[in-house]
């Protein structure tokens, strides 16, 4: 066997500053306990680039290389399990309880458009969910204003799949048989791909919540979706996110984060909202 073929075995020196360098480029820590996980991740890397140590890598992602090869890094380390209607009830809220609510505060400010932000948003799921239910409510609750639902996330190669916007039944197994049918063109092979009038709802930009001076050009949201992402940061960068969400915000906007993941103990100016079988929170002022 070639040796440089052999899974590359990672000490403890090198899964340090690998770790460390990962946090400064995009705030997921990785405990000790995850070394076997990075060195599981980054191994097969390793062996297509025929490099012999992780110190090795490290030399690359620093070097000349690091900015092409930083975006295989966050393929590799990122986890992007996702589907349609993903925690049902917590959709449902957004559906019955926040969007109206959000239509109603843009049209007393007198907005003629709603913004909806996707943070970390992986391959699409979320941001083309809410886009259906947009589509489905946009000659009611919605009518007379236009909606842009921004998508997000520090990997481009899910976002070229976002783009492409086709789905196989597994990640739809959440959906209706009638929703499938009224927003999704069957492609064959178990593949469907979202129509284009859900789709045109939908902008995709590459963004990292970690690139805090950035997050200004993004502008105002009314509502702002960043779920199962936060539990991958530490206190500091969850502060500093929640910050940015904070300040582009509207006033009494909407933010909805994982099932499992709180912010009580920021004080971030937000309130807690409790919605049936799920949890949200709004900007105070």
């Not at 980054?42 to 000349?64: E, N, P, V, W």
């Not at 963004?207 to 992402?229: E, H, K, S």
Request: glycine share 4%; hydrophobic share 40%; net charge positive.
């Amino acid at each position: 066997m070639d040796p440089l073929q052999a899974k590359q075995q990672m000490t403890l020196a090198e899964f340090r500053s690998l770790r460390d360098f990962i946090y400064v480029k995009s705030g997921i820590f990785f405990s000790e306990s995850k070394q076997y996980f990075l060195e599981n991740r980054l191994s097969k890397r390793m062996a297509d680039l025929k490099l012999k140590t992780y110190s090795d890598y490290l030399s690359m992602l620093q070097g000349f290389q690091g900015p092409v090869e930083l975006k295989h890094l966050f393929v590799e380390i990122t986890t992007n399990e996702t589907s349609f209607w993903r925690n049902p009830p917590q959709i449902e809220a957004f559906q019955n309880i926040v969007l109206p609510e959000a239509a109603r505060l843009a049209r007393e400010r007198g907005q003629s458009r709603l913004r909806i932000w996707s943070a970390a948003c992986s391959s699409g799921e979320e941001p083309y969910t809410l886009a259906m239910i947009c589509q489905d409510l946009k000659d009611s609750i919605l009518r007379g204003l236009s909606v842009e639902i921004l998508g997000t996330d520090i990997s481009e190669k899910v976002l070229a799949q976002a783009g492409d916007a086709v789905y196989n039944s597994y990640t739809l197994r959440n959906l209706t048989p009638e929703q499938l049918l009224r927003h999704f063109v069957p492609l064959g092979k178990d593949l469907f791909q979202v129509k284009p009038d859900v789709r045109r709802f939908v902008s995709l930009r590459h963004f990292n919540l970690v690139d805090y001076p950035a997050y200004r050009q993004l502008g105002t949201f009314d509502v702002i979706f960043c779920r199962n992402v936060l539990i991958y940061f530490d206190e500091a960068v969850k502060a500093q996110v929640l910050k940015g969400f904070h300040d582009l915000l509207h006033s009494r906007a909407h933010m909805l984060v994982g099932h499992s993941e709180s912010i009580h103990a920021f004080n971030t100016g937000f309130e807690l909202l409790h919605f049936s079988k799920a949890m949200g929170y709004r900007k105070r002022t």
